[in-house]
T-cell receptor
């Protein structure tokens, strides 16, 4: 089944404790991105990647890191999480440049205390 | 900066009534997409519009893209409980094939 998977689905952590949220897609998509969703603000892009080893900042990159060492995986790293990073996070992928339809993962609800 | 305004933020309707959400961009878009997010779920792609003045239909859903490619609407006829959720528009930025600017979403609530 074609899908985007994220892990963990739920995470409660404390300020400053490094964490990684994994994202994987099995559709051989070139383009992947991370979003955060907060009430009333919709979806805001954190980082995106156009292909392996090619990443760029989205609208709200501060406090986040990403890497794209393999085409299928695009982990999101929070080196020192803070309470303002409490949010619902979505990973998404799309086939490539001429294909705009995005496929979203199920989401990761992160709480930083 | 570039932004897409989506209104209303919420809409309460009785089952069977119509629903419309509107998106207006500050800049000309290359395309616009619509997504639906059910409560507790993730956004799911509904449709993409590319041409100026384009109108597409999916059963009770009608999508329009304005002549100037700066605005779009989604209209649902005779809402059903299965339509509940938040509807997002996302516009493609004209000079970039990679970036989308997202509306904040319209939450459709069906009154019991």
């Amino acid at each position: 089944e074609a899908q985007v998977t994220q892990n963990p689905r739920y995470l409660i952590t404390v300020t400053g404790k490094k964490l990684t949220v994994t994202c994987s897609q099995n559709m051989n998509h070139e383009y992947m991105s991370w979003y955060r969703q907060d009430p009333g603000l919709g979806l805001r892009q954190i980082y995106y990647s156009m292909n392996v080893e090619v990443t760029d900042k989205g609208d709200v990159p501060e406090g986040y890191k990403v890497s794209r060492k393999e085409k299928r995986n695009f982990p999101l790293i929070l080196e020192s999480p803070s309470p303002n990073q409490t949010s619902l996070y979505f990973c998404a992928s799309r086939p490539g440049l001429l294909h705009y339809e995005q496929y979203f993962g199920p989401g990761t609800r992160l709480t930083v205390t | 900066g570039q932004q897409v305004m989506q209104i209303p933020q919420y809409q309460h309707v009785q089952e069977g009534e119509d629903f419309t959400t509107y998106c207006n961009s500050s800049t000309t878009l290359s395309n616009i997409q619509w997504y639906k997010q059910r409560p507790g779920g993730h956004p799911v792609f509904l449709i993409q519009l590319v041409k100026s003045g384009e109108v597409k239909k999916q059963k009770r859903l009608t999508f329009q893209f304005g002549e100037a490619k700066k605005n779009s609407s989604l209209h649902i006829t005779a809402t059903q409980t299965t339509d509940v959720g938040t509807y997002f528009c996302a516009g493609g930025i004209l000079d970039s094939n990679y970036q989308l600017i997202w509306g904040a979403g319209t939450k459709l609530i069906i009154k019991p």
